[in-house]
């Protein structure tokens, strides 16, 4: 059972447009949602992560926006630059000691210049 | 600080054979991970620990073996080597008062 579904699976955006991913999740107790960015040969590494008792998180041009009652989280980034082509994944957790977090499969995002 | 480390980056190895991959990190975290990252799959969790002498079983433990004896290494073992072994390796870290985990390099395992 998939816990944690990313769609889509490859996006292609134009510099300067608008990248956005999406999750759901299913487990209700998920209480920490962040997202990786991973470069070709590299380990992947935190961009940005929100809890659920806020709705939206801005850092820079990276925005998670979060709704609760729907069990579904989505990666913004605005003014999309080819510096920011890599494979991102959403990924879910309790919050408890622990535990691990559960990973989407991945979008791989190709900004073209 | 040189973060989370993986010896080796790169392995093949033939059906059957058994190797051990080494995780070291200087953080003085609690927690580490082993992950297998294939194309279309994601990042799935091997194993992890949640301290020195503890493990436990991800999400695929299976054909994999771990051990913990040192807070600051996590050693990942495949006894007999498939070839649906082959994929990329990431070990990860963790402190107790942060869910942040921190990533190494990888290896890339190759099976015959």
């Known amino acids: 059972q998939q816990q944690v579904k990313q769609s889509p699976q490859s996006l292609i955006v134009q510099k300067g447009g608008i990248s956005i991913i999406n999750c759901a999740y299913e487990?209700?107790?998920?209480?920490?949602f962040p997202w990786y960015q991973q470069f070709p040969g590299k380990g992947p590494a935190l961009l940005i992560a929100?809890?659920?008792?806020?709705s939206e998180k801005k850092e820079g041009r990276f925005t998670i926006s979060f709704n609760k009652s729907a069990k579904q989280f989505s990666l913004h980034i605005m003014d999309s630059q080819p510096g920011d082509s890599a494979t991102y994944f959403c990924?879910?957790?309790?919050?408890?000691?622990?535990?691990?977090?559960?990973f989407g499969k991945g979008t791989t995002l190709s900004v073209s210049s | 600080n040189a973060g989370v480390t993986q010896t080796p980056k790169f392995r093949v190895l033939k059906t059957g054979q058994s190797m051990t991959l080494l995780c070291a990190q200087d953080?003085?975290?609690?927690?580490m991970y082993w992950y297998r990252q294939d194309p279309g799959m994601g990042l799935r969790l091997i194993h992890y620990?949640?301290?020195?002498?503890?493990?436990a079983k991800g999400e695929v433990p299976d054909g994999y073996n771990v051990s913990r004896l040192k807070k600051q290494n996590f050693l990942l073992g495949l006894e007999s080597a498939a070839p649906s072994q082959t994929s990329v390796y990431f070990c990860?870290?963790?402190?107790?008062?942060?869910?942040?985990?921190?990533f190494g390099p990888g290896t890339r395992l190759t099976v015959l």
């Open positions: 990860a870290s963790s402190p107790t008062y942060s869910n942040e985990q921190f």
């Open positions: 487990n209700t107790a998920f209480d920490y």
């Open positions: 929100i809890r659920p008792d806020v």
């Open positions: 990924a879910a957790k309790v919050n408890q000691a622990g535990t691990a977090l559960i």
């Open positions: 953080m003085n975290h609690e927690y």
């Open positions: 620990s949640v301290g020195e002498g503890t493990t």
